[in-house]
């Protein structure tokens, strides 16, 4: 007993390669030997490896059974060490995966996709984001970068998540920004002074920018005056913390339902909302475009940021024109030729 603990402490120590390659091993001379001691009873090497499989995870069909003593011994041999080899090799598979399972929860483990969203530092705004990324596309994959040690959203598959400072280049490679579709960077709500927050922000976006500045980047900004400082390391847009929810609740106080129709807009959740749409041949002028997608249940909105195109119907359609409808869902699959 104590020869066979000795022997059991030293393959747990092992590697899980070294153990792959002893189980093949092992696998390979018992069926060589089964076959040697009963060829009559195997017919093939083939049938004493398929033999050694079942005798070793225990199933027994019976279709092969040893006849001889010799055999019949090593049959208790393959019991013995064989079954044992094998239980080794099943407690290592799960220690494997209870092992990811926690280097996941903690975000040790890098991200292999690509086209990811990566939400960075924690909050109950990334919270809203992740369920107004998933309600957009059901299928995209998140990942959150954040400073704590637990992952916030164990449960939902789809969201990985990666622990460090976000501001490090080796942080950000292992959240996969160079692959990244886009990375929006929330400030950081257990930072007090909103000149800090906005300084650990715009570190953030500088590295993004430096490593990966194909990746669309999206800021909060606590305090107006910073923004000359995000649009000097080329952040695509920012969004002032504060702004729109002061804006918003003037809006409400003096001119009633205004706040519903924004809160329509501003989520996938409520009513219509706002898609991007592509210039459709035969469109020469804001007119034609606003009259033929009116007919198709679609209202034309804005040319990029220019929400005066109204006014502006007989100008023609600029080559770089990126426009804007409010629509539902199916109006705007069926616009924009994407399938149902």
């Not at 939902?156 to 490090?168: E, R, W």
């Not at 950081?188 to 990746?215: F, H, N, T």
Request: some cysteine; glycine content about 8%; proline content about 3%.
């Amino acid at each position: 007993m104590h020869f066979l603990l000795r022997i059991t402490t030293r393959l747990m120590r092992l590697r899980k390669t070294s153990i792959g390659l002893i189980i093949l091993i092992f696998i390979t001379l018992s069926a060589t030997v089964a076959y040697g001691l009963e060829p009559a009873t195997f017919g093939s090497w083939f049938n004493a490896l398929y033999w050694v499989m079942t005798t070793m995870a225990t199933v027994g069909y019976g279709d092969y059974f040893a006849e001889t003593v010799p055999g019949k011994a090593f049959t208790m041999f393959l019991y013995i060490f064989g079954i044992g080899l094998l239980s080794l090799v099943i407690g290592k598979v799960i220690d494997s995966i209870g092992s990811l399972q926690r280097q996941r929860g903690a975000g040790a483990l890098s991200y292999r996709g690509e086209d990811q969203i990566i939400l960075i530092n924690w909050s109950k705004k990334a919270n809203s984001a992740v369920e107004e990324i998933l309600c957009y596309f059901p299928k995209a994959h998140i990942v959150i970068v954040d400073e704590t040690d637990r992952h916030p959203l164990e449960h939902m598959h789809q969201v990985h998540f990666v622990s460090g400072d976000p501001s490090s280049d080796e942080i950000l490679l292992k959240a996969g920004i160079d692959k990244a579709k886009a990375a929006i960077i929330f400030a950081d709500a257990r930072i007090e002074e909103y000149s800090l927050i906005d300084g650990k922000s715009l570190l953030i976006a500088s590295s993004i920018e430096r490593l990966a500045p194909q990746v669309h980047t999206t800021v909060e900004i606590m305090q107006e005056k910073h923004i000359q400082n995000f649009r000097h390391v080329q952040v695509n847009e920012f969004v002032l913390s504060h702004d729109a929810i002061s804006r918003l609740a003037v809006r409400s106080a003096l001119q009633e339902g205004n706040s519903e129709v924004i809160r329509q807009l501003l989520s996938r959740q409520y009513g219509d909302d706002i898609y991007e749409i592509p210039v459709q041949h035969g469109w020469n002028t804001y007119g034609e475009a606003f009259e033929a997608l009116l007919r198709q249940g679609a209202t034309l909105l804005a040319d990029r940021g220019d929400l005066g195109i109204n006014r502006k119907l007989d100008q023609p359609i600029p080559a770089e024109a990126r426009l804007y409808v409010v629509a539902d869902e199916a109006t705007y699959r069926r616009i924009a030729g994407l399938s149902s």
